[in-house]
């Protein structure tokens, strides 16, 4: 058990951050409504959000499969981690048709991306059919979503032989040709074998490497970087690949927080990407959320680091 050195003190910085948490916009408003898909319609308008395995980045049927879509047609009820006062999690029911689903969790922003937007795919029930398999099987919704859409354009540009996924409608927007290659990718059946390599092998595989939207082996997440100059930076010498968790400079570029950046401008983007992938670092490193960072900042979590250990 942690004592901690300054009680009071860690009293008023709590009660000042949880403050802080309930006025922000995203974190006391935004993120409770609608989850983390609130963002989808929010980058799919500044034509950042990726469709058809990058060929665009701009759907005019995004909010199909909004967070504001999943609000009203199939939410139950908000989850909230533990100790969570944002309570951002998502549980979700279809009640009727072939994805029929009593109770299930998510699905996530970059999750209704990489399963629905990047393959196309505007059937929600179906989106969350997949996203349910990929909890239930432990697989990583991005990983396979963009795989998945990958294996869609090898196909749709002929660089797959039909005979290799027979069985599948692996045609962009099909719901039923995605959950069918969640459930090979799982069970490593079929063409399941191939897709379970990742995109970047998959690609290799059928001569067309470019066709892997991925940094270092991992698949890019749900913000086109031709859209958000920093986030491309950030994926660019992200530690570990693609990924955004390291460095969210979604935050600044396009929500305004801690102040509006110029997405589209280079200069300065440097100094953004190396504050927001410390911050980043600070913040894991307490065992906290990277989402209370829309409305704390690294003087809050230093406050709070110094009340509990007296450092």
Not at 66 to 93: F, M
Not at 98 to 127: H, Q, T
């Amino acid at each position: 058990k942690v004592e901690i050195a300054k009680p009071e003190e860690f009293k008023e910085v709590s009660k000042r951050c949880y403050t802080a948490l309930k006025e922000n916009g995203v974190t006391g408003t935004g993120l409770p409504a609608y989850g983390t898909a609130v963002l989808v319609n929010i980058i799919n308008n500044i034509g950042g959000l990726p469709y058809k395995n990058w060929q665009g980045a701009y759907n005019e049927k995004a909010d199909m499969i909004s967070g504001e879509t999943l609000a009203k047609d199939y939410l139950i009820k908000n989850i909230p981690c533990w100790g969570c006062s944002i309570a951002c999690g998502r549980s979700v029911s279809v009640k009727e048709g072939p994805y029929k689903l009593d109770y299930s969790e998510g699905p996530e922003y970059e999750s209704i991306w990489a399963l629905g937007n990047s393959c196309a795919v505007m059937d929600y029930p179906a989106i969350i059919m997949a996203n349910h398999l990929c909890n239930e099987y432990g697989l990583d919704t991005i990983t396979v979503g963009s795989t998945i859409a990958c294996a869609m354009e090898l196909a749709e540009k002929g660089f797959i032989p039909p005979e290799d996924y027979a069985g599948i409608d692996l045609k962009f927007g099909s719901g039923a040709g995605l959950v069918e290659c969640v459930k090979q990718i799982a069970l490593n059946n079929g063409f399941g074998k191939k897709l379970a390599l990742g995109s970047r092998k998959l690609a290799e595989m059928y001569g067309h490497p470019e066709l892997s939207m991925s940094m270092k082996g991992m698949e890019a997440p749900a913000y086109d970087p031709r859209a958000v100059k920093g986030i491309g930076l950030n994926y660019a010498t992200s530690n570990r690949g693609g990924c955004h968790v390291t460095g969210y400079t979604i935050a600044p570029e396009v929500v305004g927080l801690p102040e509006q950046i110029d997405r589209l401008a280079y200069e300065g983007k440097p100094t953004w990407v190396k504050i927001f992938q410390d911050f980043t670092c600070t913040v894991n490193s307490t065992v906290n959320c990277l989402f209370t960072t829309f409305a704390l900042g690294a003087g809050d979590f230093g406050d709070l680091l110094s009340a509990t250990t007296g450092w």
